[in-house]
């Protein structure tokens, strides 16, 4: 693919792939959240699936998950681009896969914003995340599905 050329992307479906709440809410101060992020594509059509898991732990303890993937169909002629046919990966760009990354984490703050709403566990939220600490160069992804529409 041409460096710098925009690859062209729509937003076509987002979903919560886990959401639970284990025992009760803390009672300490000190929380911290784990983050866990992959990227996936279809075979059968141009199209990226992007996913985030968020733990909140007190202590070592999990009392908050969520998990929600962003699907964005590629443009076909920018998805062609960015097929390496001879090893059957795809490769992304790191500012494009820091870009679609953004995207999910900002999604999944909106929905355990609304999932935890009127409770008392609406006062953990997704922290800022810097997410080019996340992605450290171009991501190349060998054949795995998207899971099926919900």
Same mark, same amino acid.
């Given at each position: 693919?041409?460096?710098? /050329?925009?690859?062209?992307?729509?937003?076509?479906?987002?979903?919560?792939?886990?959401?639970?709440?284990?025992?009760?809410?803390?009672?300490?101060?000190?929380?911290?959240?784990?983050?866990?992020? =992959?990227?996936?594509? &279809?075979?059968?059509?141009?199209?990226?699936?992007?996913?985030? $898991?968020?733990?909140?732990? $007190? /202590?070592?303890?999990?009392?908050?998950?969520?998990?929600?993937?962003?699907? @964005?169909?590629?443009?076909? &002629?920018?998805?062609? &681009?960015? /097929?390496?046919?001879? =090893? +059957?990966?795809?490769?992304?760009?790191?500012? @494009?896969?820091?870009?679609?990354?953004?995207?999910?984490?900002?999604?999944?703050?909106?929905?355990?914003?609304?999932?935890? $709403? =009127?409770?008392?566990? +609406?006062? @953990?939220?997704?922290?800022?995340?810097?997410?080019?600490?996340?992605? =450290?160069?171009?991501?190349?992804?060998? +054949?795995?599905?998207?899971?099926?529409?919900?």
């Amino acid at each position: 693919m041409e460096k710098n /050329k925009p690859i062209r992307f729509q937003l076509r479906q987002i979903t919560t792939e886990q959401f639970a709440v284990i025992g009760e809410p803390p009672t300490e101060e000190t929380i911290n959240v784990s983050t866990r992020s =992959n990227f996936r594509y &279809s075979d059968d059509k141009p199209a990226l699936g992007v996913f985030v $898991e968020l733990r909140f732990n $007190e /202590k070592d303890t999990p009392f908050l998950l969520i998990e929600a993937g962003c699907h @964005f169909e590629i443009e076909e &002629s920018d998805w062609e &681009s960015l /097929k390496d046919r001879e =090893n +059957n990966t795809i490769r992304l760009p790191k500012d @494009f896969a820091v870009h679609l990354l953004m995207l999910t984490i900002g999604t999944i703050r909106g929905i355990l914003h609304a999932k935890t $709403e =009127n409770t008392p566990l +609406n006062k @953990f939220f997704v922290p800022l995340l810097n997410v080019l600490q996340m992605v =450290n160069s171009d991501i190349i992804l060998d +054949n795995t599905s998207i899971p099926d529409d919900k």
